[in-house]
């Protein structure tokens, strides 16, 4: 279900930036095009790098701070590089963090306020 299909119902949206070529102004824009289109003004923008296990702690406890509840959760960061392993500031391979370690993490880490995880690639 895309943040278009959720905006019927009463939420919050919260964009997180996880590819590092598309800037956070491109995200600012995304989330004012969501407000505009869906009335939904409770639309955020928060920075969150999948393949860096520092970024997903920060964006773990910046929600579980500010947030009282997460309804779903929706995974849909992915990337392959198959040509030459690259590694990640953790030494983890970056497909690999960004894939599932990453996912896993942000999952462990939200869960006691999360009812549901979808996870799409």
Same mark, same amino acid.
């Given at each position: 279900?895309?943040?278009?299909?959720?905006?019927? @119902?009463? %939420?919050?949206?919260?964009?997180? %930036?996880?590819?590092?070529?598309?800037?956070?102004?491109?995200?600012?824009?995304?989330?004012?095009?969501?407000?505009?289109?869906? *009335?939904?003004?409770?639309? #955020?923008?928060?920075?969150?790098?999948?393949?860096?296990?520092?970024?997903?702690?920060? #964006?773990?406890?910046?929600?579980?701070?500010?947030?009282?509840?997460?309804?779903?959760?929706?995974?849909?960061?992915?990337?392959? @590089?198959?040509?030459?392993?690259?590694?990640?500031?953790? *030494? &983890?391979? &970056?497909?690999?963090?960004?894939? @599932? #370690?990453?996912?896993? &993490?942000?999952?462990?880490?939200?869960?006691?306020?999360?009812?549901?995880?979808?996870? #799409? @690639?």
């Amino acid at each position: 279900m895309s943040a278009f299909q959720r905006q019927s @119902h009463a %939420c919050v949206i919260t964009l997180q %930036c996880i590819f590092k070529d598309v800037s956070y102004n491109e995200n600012l824009l995304l989330s004012d095009e969501i407000v505009h289109i869906t *009335g939904n003004r409770e639309v #955020f923008v928060k920075k969150l790098d999948l393949s860096s296990l520092k970024s997903i702690r920060e #964006f773990a406890d910046d929600i579980n701070r500010t947030v009282t509840k997460l309804d779903v959760l929706v995974h849909n960061a992915g990337t392959a @590089h198959t040509f030459g392993q690259k590694t990640t500031q953790d *030494g &983890l391979e &970056l497909t690999m963090a960004t894939n @599932h #370690f990453g996912p896993f &993490l942000l999952t462990h880490l939200l869960i006691g306020k999360s009812k549901l995880v979808v996870h #799409f @690639h």
